[in-house]
């Protein structure tokens, strides 16, 4: 399975993006287009955009959750978006969520315990203003705005 395979289960739209600025969605694509799983993670891109420049956000980072062995692949979570700082490593990490399923709850719960350090700069955007806890956990989703004044805040605080 690529990793370009979109989720029609949850009615989830692919969207892409060409590099002439051309939108447009459906199951055509160059190797040259950036792809977006739908049209809310590719808000949060342009969200991500006005406070770094591209080369700082590093798009579908995958993190070995748990590594195979000899009886079973390893697990893996493709975190949506890393910018990374001045250090080339990442500063925070940034999920776009619409539907919060249960296979996600499970790996958000892995990622939790094996990558504390992760969890502790995940910010889970949704598209509800009010921010909700997203797992037993109580680790709580903000919203664009709610982004943008993480972004804003972090900025001046390292100033």
């Known amino acids: 399975m690529s990793e370009y395979s979109p989720t029609t289960k949850y009615r989830s739209k692919p969207f892409y993006q060409t590099e002439n600025g051309e939108q447009y969605q459906g199951a055509r694509q160059n190797k ?3 792809y977006f ?3 809310w993670e590719y808000e949060v891109y342009k969200e991500l955009l006005k406070h770094f420049p591209k080369e700082r956000i590093v798009r579908q980072l995958p993190v070995i959750l748990i590594p195979k062995n000899h009886n079973y692949p390893a697990i893996t979570h493709v975190i949506d978006f890393a910018v990374l700082g001045n250090n080339i490593k990442p ?3 940034v999920e776009a969520k619409g539907c919060a399923t249960q296979v996600y709850k499970l790996k958000l719960q892995l990622l939790n315990h094996f ?3 992760i969890w502790r700069d995940l ?3 949704t598209k509800s203003a009010k921010p909700k806890p997203i797992d037993s956990s109580r680790k709580r989703t ?3 705005v709610g982004l943008s ?3 804003v805040t ?5 100033i």
């Open 142 to 144: 903000i919203d664009l």
């Open 149 to 151: 004044n993480f972004i």
């Open 37 to 39: 799983a739908s049209q």
């Open 91 to 93: 500063e925070f990490w």
């Open 123 to 125: 910010q889970i955007v």
């Open 115 to 117: 990558h504390p350090l």
């Open 154 to 158: 972090r900025n001046h605080l390292r």
């Open 32 to 34: 040259e287009d950036k």
